[in-house]
């Protein structure tokens, strides 16, 4: 893989915010529901930090806060040192959506031309386009498939079609909703190797949700939710460590067992299984 313009982090340069995303209270309402309930959590820069929690939890709510696309946003929420939804975040950021969102009528090219002309308008910028779509291809291992119609390609060929329009910016924060549901154990494997090729040659901050607890060993930092809130933060070791487990999924079922013993009212409301 071919990861293009090495940007490590500088903690000396003031541009360089210390967090990359820091919420205090961030509580969100969708309908009558309060889904995220005040919460307190900091995402560290240059990182891979993976949102893990049970299906309906939050983690898409809390994304979508974080890429500034959700309403009824209450209490602090800063990325990359600006408020979230802050118009100059919008060429910072890198959002895939758990639904792939490619045309199946242009081919894998077409969609990143596409794509790359809304964000670097103009034709004086042809020829950097040009380059910075031969490269997000070739990131994320498509060029075999680069003149293949979208509609034909296979679902985790598709996804990575969609994780390529993202790259294309070179954001310093990419937000990857599921990128890996539905994908082989090979496939997988090869998203994560990139995504810490991205982390590590770029120096951006990858948040990357899942609800499949496995991934978690693949993430440097952890920020475990449950029912709208963060239930634990740290690295994989330090929460294995801290609950006396082998794995980050029976750190998260002793967790989840502590919070309700703290408040059983609240266990009663169904307890998803951790997939
Ligand atoms: N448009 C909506 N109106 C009202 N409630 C909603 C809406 N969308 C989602 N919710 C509720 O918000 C809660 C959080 O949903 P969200 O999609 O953020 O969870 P998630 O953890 O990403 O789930 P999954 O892993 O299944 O994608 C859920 O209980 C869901 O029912």
């Not at 894998?108 to 790359?116: H, I, K, M, S, T």
């Not at 103009?122 to 680069?146: F, N, P, Q």
Request: with cysteine.
């Amino acid at each position: 893989m071919n990861i293009r313009r090495p940007r490590p982090p500088d903690p000396g340069n003031p541009a360089t915010p210390a967090l990359a995303v820091r919420a205090e209270g961030l509580t969100v309402v969708r309908g009558t529901r309060k889904v995220l309930k005040g919460l307190d959590f900091a995402v560290p820069p240059g990182r891979i930090t993976g949102l893990l929690g049970p299906s309906g939890c939050g983690k898409s709510t809390l994304m979508r806060s974080i890429v500034g696309t959700q309403a009824k946003v209450t209490g602090t929420l800063d990325v990359l040192g600006l408020p979230a939804g802050d118009p100059a975040l919008r060429s910072r950021i890198g959002y895939v959506t758990q639904a792939p969102s490619v045309y199946d009528d242009l081919t894998v090219r077409q969609n990143l031309d596409y794509f790359a002309a809304i964000l670097d308008p103009g034709r004086a910028a042809a020829e950097r386009r040009r380059a910075h779509v031969t490269s997000a291809i070739a990131d994320v291992d498509l060029v075999s498939h680069a003149d293949a119609l979208a509609g034909n390609l296979s679902g985790g060929q598709r996804s990575r079609v969609s994780l390529a329009v993202a790259l294309l910016g070179t954001p310093e924060l990419l937000v990857l909703d599921e990128p890996t549901v539905g994908l082989d154990p090979v496939l997988r494997r090869d998203l994560w190797t990139l995504f810490h090729a991205i982390a590590a040659d770029r120096g951006a901050t990858l948040l990357v949700s899942s609800h499949v607890m496995d991934e978690a060993e693949r993430c440097h930092r952890l920020l475990l939710m449950r029912e709208g809130e963060i239930l634990a933060d740290g690295t994989p070791d330090a929460l294995r460590t801290r609950t006396a487990s082998e794995t980050v999924e029976a750190a998260f079922l002793r967790l989840v067992d502590e919070a309700s013993a703290a408040s059983p009212a609240a266990t009663a409301q169904g307890k998803e299984p951790v997939r």
